[in-house]
């Protein structure tokens, strides 16, 4: 019994002295050369940009949604298109958006242009998972404010999950990387 909870303490204080170490096993910075590029770019926090990928696909490039998203950053064929068309990108339907490189350079194109569209990363984060359009009325009826502060009040309850979970591991990154 002696030896067992010995055992234990050492375990325990392994953990304790790794915990950074684990959370950054959890906290991944997969495809960071393309984070780290269109985030400079786009002028977004790479941190950001690992934290909606965690949530979107959890690193995984073949990743499909139920609803059609595809790749590391879960976009959707004809925001895709419209992203590309907008920034001047080479896209091909299908294809385009299980290439790493690609996928994240249209999310976060993508991304940024939400940011600059409602002027904060808060409300932004809510337009990527429900829609710009979605997020306009929802400011119109004064169900949120523009400036995101009462971000707890988006009506879709996964939207509001999907945001309160990006700002808790964006949180996490800041930690563990900033």
Do not use: H
């Amino acid at each position: 019994a002696l030896i067992l909870l010995m055992l234990i303490v050492i375990v325990l204080i392994a953990i304790i002295l790794n915990y950074n170490n684990i959370l950054k096993i959890i906290y991944k910075t997969s495809y960071s050369n393309y984070v780290e590029k269109y985030a400079e770019e786009y002028n977004v926090d790479p941190l950001l940009i690992y934290s909606i990928i965690k949530a979107e696909s959890n690193f995984d490039a073949g990743a499909v949604s139920n609803k059609g998203a595809c790749g590391l950053m879960q976009i959707m064929d004809n925001t895709a298109k419209e992203v590309a068309q907008n920034n001047v990108m080479e896209y091909e339907s299908g294809v385009t958006l299980y290439n790493a490189e690609k996928n994240i350079k249209i999310g976060v194109a993508y991304f940024a242009g939400l940011i600059k569209e409602f002027g904060n990363e808060r409300v932004a984060l809510a337009a990527y998972n429900a829609g710009s359009g979605n997020v306009t009325t929802w400011i119109k009826n004064g169900t949120i404010k523009s400036d995101g502060s009462d971000i707890e009040n988006v009506p879709f309850k996964e939207t509001n999950m999907y945001v309160r979970k990006i700002i808790k591991d964006y949180r996490v990154y800041q930690k563990l990387y900033g």
